[in-house]
């Protein structure tokens, strides 16, 4: 079993910044995929951004492409997000999963990934 922890979530103005982290604990892999995701009041959850485990492949949403950038650091098996220009409508609870085994691949789809986050959330006041 693979437990996922986010934190960094906050209010935070329009234009501003905020770093999630995720830290995985239990079970370890040779390789796998971080992923974040997040989900609007309303809406359904959506792709943002993901990363190979040696950080040699990202991909990110369209809609935050520019303004995001997903990290993460083996030595503590964590990844993070780097939000920067804030948007109103970035306003949601963000959630980071793992995708064990993944090998090469990096995924932008939530049913690849096996273990998730309770979730963070963010809000973007204008």
């Known amino acids: 079993q693979v437990q996922l922890v986010e934190s960094g979530g906050g209010l935070v103005q329009a234009g501003g910044s905020l770093r999630l982290s995720c830290v995985a604990s239990g079970r370890t892999f040779s390789s796998y995929a971080w992923g974040w995701f997040r989900q609007a009041p309303g809406k359904e959850r959506e792709f943002v951004a993901t990363?190979?485990?040696?950080?040699?492949?990202?991909r990110y949403a369209d809609s935050v492409k520019g303004r995001f950038t997903i990290s993460s650091d083996n030595t503590k098996s964590a990844v993070y997000l780097q939000m920067n220009s804030l948007k109103p409508e970035d306003t949601a609870v963000y959630y980071c999963?793992?995708?064990?085994?993944?090998?090469?691949?990096?995924?932008?789809?939530?049913?690849?990934?096996?273990?998730w986050g309770q979730g963070t959330q963010v809000t973007v006041s204008s």
């Open positions: 999963a793992v995708a064990p085994g993944s090998g090469s691949y990096v995924y932008t789809v939530g049913s690849m990934y096996s273990a």
């Open positions: 990363i190979r485990w040696n950080g040699g492949s990202t």
